[in-house]
């Protein structure tokens, strides 16, 4: 028996799932935590790595492994390999003005038409600018930009500072795949090129870019990379300045477990989280994934490219070969943390308290743009209820409310890849507040497709899986979907009808 590693480094940990590459049974798992923040350094992201290793159980029967990540993170490299500064994540919206100043100087159409995407904070380009303007002197130091599986997977293959990593800093060694590279707002997925002119713009100057490898390729084997013992991650003196620079005083402690990594291991092309969702799925055309985590997520796998230029929808690649037209918010499982937070209840008493209100919440709207908001881009937005009265002040109406403003955000941008041409025969409902009985049951009455909730699992990490199988066994396999519910349709459109009654777009 053959075993494959998924990796899911995501903004709040690192997990890893080890799967029968022939069946795809689930052999172990492990998982360890990231740091809170918008700016991360790299060196926790791998110091999270090696301990979910460890906490899974090792690599040394382990023939091949694949990492997904977070999108859009910018990871500065300098000419000796160092992180320059900490890595801008993709829920940091201080570049929105540079954002908006991209977007102004090529136009939204041009830079839609060219990349797929219209500027906003999220992307890596918009991150690249606000550098050049805000840190003149760490962009001039910039020699390559990396995503963070990228760059994950660069020190996996024993790159990495000199002195620190067996081979050494080789910046020609960064490779990536079209799933990142297509959120990074400088790369086409209908050319499968990176738009030099558009880097250059964000940056200031030419630097190194990842090779993008295609579906199923092998970015190399690993080198023997030992464990660690704690405190020989995350204390050189260059993460130390950046620790310093985030107004940390002293780096985090480290994770104590360390796994060895063992030379030989095969090391699948990675991906953006969502495509390695898609992957892990098995999504196929026709199927909808609403994925409800630290971000909410509406995406499709299709065979055509989204170009839109009111930047709604973001056309990028996915991890298949074929394309991913996205739209995302900030705003999703933290909007049910907040509520549930003034109610005093816990999650399921939260559901409980949803199902007792009548759809449409008395009138209620929540209006969940907390901490700005991506889709519509609104990055200084904050929340907003609407419609209280006396006698719609209850606890189960507010609990109802923050249930489907949630919903209806991704409601709202299921409507939008529609628009791009996007058929939708059902919609697959992942992510942790999916498990909630009453998402489930008022996300059916919401959408107007069937809703699917796949039985629990790390789907991203999941893909990664897929993708070291397809790299070791030259085909992608077909593993079995288990299927946790299938909430009884009940369309209400007073739902959504209130929503938009009050809806914010810019």
Known sequence: MSLVAGVDSSTQSCKVVIRDAATGALVRSGRASHPDGTEV???????????????????ADVAALSIAAQQHGMVALDGDGEVIRPALLWNDTRSAPAAADLAAEVGAGEYARRTGVVPVASFTATKLRWLRDAEPANALRVAAVALPHDWLTWRLLGYGPAGRSPLGPDLSALTTDRSDASGTG????????????????????????????????????????????????????????????????????AHTARADVPAGIVVGVGAGDNAGAALGLGASDGDVIVSIGTSGTVFAVTDHPATDASGTVAGFADASGLFLPLVA????????????????????????????????????????????????NLPDATATLFG???????????????????????????????????????????????????????????????????APGEYVADG???????????????????????????????????????????
Do not use: K, M
């Not at 209280?388 to 919903?407: C, D, F, I, K």
């Not at 529609?418 to 992510?431: C, D, E, H, K, N």
């Open 464 to 506: 990664a899986a897929v993708q070291a199988a397809w790299a070791l066994a030259d085909h992608r396999p077909d593993w079995p979907l288990s299927i946790a519910a299938q909430p009884a349709q009940d369309f209400q459109p007073v739902i959504r009808a209130q929503y938009a009654a009050h809806r914010v777009t810019g």
């Open 41 to 59: 350094d790299p060196e926790q992201w791998w110091d999270a790595l090696h301990a979910a290793l460890a906490d899974a159980g090792g690599l």
């Open 329 to 376: 918010t900030l705003n999703a499982a933290r909007v049910l943390d907040a509520v549930r937070g003034l109610l005093g209840v816990d999650h399921d008493e939260l559901g409980r308290l949803a199902l007792e209100a009548e759809p449409g919440a008395g009138g209620l709207v929540l209006q969940p743009y907390f901490e700005g908001e991506r889709t519509p």
């Open 186 to 253: 400088y790369w086409s997925p209908v050319t499968g090129d990176y738009d030099l002119e558009l880097f250059e713009r964000a940056l200031g100057h030419a630097a190194v870019l990842p090779r993008v490898l295609g579906p199923g390729a092998t970015a190399g084997t690993t080198v023997h990379l030992p464990a660690r013992s704690n405190g020989e991650f995350g204390d050189t003196p260059a993460s130390v300045a950046r620790h310093a620079a985030s107004g940390q005083e002293t780096p985090p402690q």
């Open 388 to 454: 209280l009265t006396l006698a719609g002040a209850t606890r189960p109406n507010l609990a109802r409310a923050a249930v489907e403003g949630l919903l209806c955000g991704l409601a709202d941008g299921l409507d939008a890849v529609r628009a791009q041409g996007v058929a939708v025969s059902r919609i697959l409902l992942i992510g942790g507040a999916a498990q909630n009985p009453a998402v489930r049951t008022i996300a059916a009455q919401l959408f107007e497709n069937p809703v699917i909730v796949p």
